[in-house]
């Protein structure tokens, strides 16, 4: 259940800076406004409120009844990781470095080894994963863990780059390189899955470049969105360790012939950033916009009228509520502002994005109807039959659901350009994607992102094979297939 809104009073909400000024400056501004989130004490963190952490509620449900339905089981590790597990795998702690936290004093004395605070868990599982595989029987291990970690960002931005965030990740341990690709590949599955499917998002999904995967994989993949400022969100990653962690930390099994072998293992990992990117793919300049799955209030009901209007509307609204709820609606009726105008109401689930408002006045019902308004479209406002509301909303909810998608989609597909050349490329990634043929060489990914910003963002999973030659440099293109270039958050 998600708690009523805070009394406002009688303060307006400030207006928000437009997207097409300052898009940074008006997400900075709604993720505040529609009291998604608050600033925390230390630089870098914050406070979820309870309309956002609801949001983050119903994505790990749905999250986490794919993971549990695909024989994973959720465990929980120490936050605290001894420093000497970091050092053993020299690629991932340099990959981490600038990013750690480090606590060196604890109950009033310095410790003899450094304790990080979890950026991410490879190590301390590892060494876990070590002790409970034995046998070629023991596997595969298929563990997840919701936890929050600790990265200690330089230019922190609420949800998408915090010095603490929530998520979960899952750590996997197989026999062979085939079984933990399969992993890898389904985790990515079902990322793509929730941010398609619940966030409306049309996501990209494709494996990294070697200058982008994580700190010792052997193989990255990532799903990648794109905001309405055409910057790419990276909005989940899945990995091949190979068997760099094993060989680290001893993970061996005895296989059917009896010999000692090294597990292969992955790690994927999604986080509380997914809110941010549902708020730059679907906002607008009046606020959020809420994909239907993904809203704690489905639809709220605006009683209207005062004194004996309203002891006729409000009785209305809570009943038409109940009825909205038994059809498996999350609804809300906004009742206890009575000092509040039904324009400031309006405005204001508009700018918590609530995707369907209905109004309820006195008029409403002595037609036997109600209004119903659209956080999105050019339809208008409407009348419903009251007595149908009901059976009704359902269905008008899964329609902007695919709407907010659709409209998503189009957009991506208008601000993705096929690109030959370097003259044409740094202002196709000011303002979205570039599908370019590029060589490969780290060099040359640093050059380019040092003239536009811009990074490889990943080699699309579908993309059809090519052949050419890198829109940079000229040499011959890697991959064998085209590759997105685009800037991102």
């Known amino acids: 259940m998600v708690p009523r809104p805070g ?4 303060v307006s909400r400030e207006g928000v800076t437009p997207q097409s000024e300052d898009f940074s400056a008006w997400y900075n501004e709604v993720v505040i406004q529609a009291e998604l989130v608050d600033r925390g004490p230390v630089r870098g963190t914050m406070v979820i409120r309870p309309y956002g952490y ?34 053993r795998e020299a690629e991932h702690v340099e990959g981490f470095s600038p990013e750690l936290a480090v606590v060196t004093h604890a109950g009033g004395k310095e410790l003899e080894e450094p304790l990080v605070v979890r950026p991410t868990s490879e190590t301390v599982i590892g060494e876990y ?41 899952g750590h996997t341990a197989h026999a062979d390189e085939d079984d933990a690709m399969r992993e890898t590949m389904w985790a990515l599955d079902a990322y793509a899955g929730v941010a398609r499917e619940l966030a409306a998002m049309p996501v990209v999904p494709g494996e990294k470049t070697a200058s982008e995967r994580f700190a010792g994989a052997e193989r990255t993949y990532t799903i990648e969105g794109m905001m309405r400022d055409g910057r790419a969100l990276q909005a989940g990653t899945s ?25 292969h293992t992955t790690s994927w990992g999604m986080s509380t950033r997914m809110i941010g990117g549902i708020i730059m793919t679907h906002g607008d300049d009046k606020g959020i916009v809420l994909p239907p799955r993904i809203a704690p209030y489905q639809v709220v009901i605006v009683p209207i009228g005062r004194g004996d209007a309203a002891e006729r509307t ?4 809570r009943e038409l509520a109940a009825e909205l709820k038994k059809a498996g609606v999350r609804v809300h009726v906004d009742d206890n502002r009575p000092q509040l105008s039904p324009g400031f109401k309006f405005n204001d689930w508009e700018m ?34 009251l007595d149908r509301a009901a059976e009704l909303l359902p269905g008008i909810l899964e329609d902007f659901q695919a709407f907010l998608y659709d409209r998503a989609e189009r957009y991506r597909e208008e601000h993705t350009a096929t690109i030959d050349t370097w003259d044409d490329f740094p202002a196709q990634v000011a303002g979205g994607w570039a599908r370019v043929f590029h060589c490969g060489r780290i060099e040359c990914e640093d050059e380019i992102k040092a003239d536009t910003a811009a990074t490889p963002r990943c080699i699309p999973l579908d993309a059809p094979e090519e052949t050419g030659t890198c829109f940079r440099c000229g040499r011959p293109a890697a991959y064998g297939r085209r590759i997105l270039f685009g800037r991102s958050y």
């Not at 009394?7 to 009688?10: A, R, S």
């Open 7 to 10: 009394n406002l009073g009688c």
């Open 54 to 87: 609801r949001m983050w509620e119903l994505l790990q449900a749905d999250l986490d009844g794919r993971i549990k339905e695909a024989g994973h089981g959720n465990a929980c590790f120490p936050m605290f990781i001894p420093e000497s597990y970091f050092k």
């Open 129 to 169: 994963m070590a002790k409970w595989i034995d046998s070629h029987r023991d596997l595969p291990l298929l563990l997840n863990q919701w936890a929050n970690v600790v990265r200690w960002e330089l230019r922190p931005r609420m949800f998408l780059r915090t010095t603490e965030f929530l998520w979960q990740e």
């Open 239 to 263: 990995h091949y360790l190979g068997t760099n962690f094993a060989k680290v930390f001893d993970i061996q099994y005895q296989d059917e012939e009896g010999k000692l072998v090294h597990a």
């Open 314 to 317: 409000i009785p209305a609204a």
């Open 352 to 385: 918590r994005g609530v995707p369907v408002r209905l109004e309820l006045g006195p008029r409403d019902l002595d037609g036997g109807v109600v209004t119903l308004a659209r956080r999105l479209g050019d339809q208008g406002k409407e009348q419903v039959p």
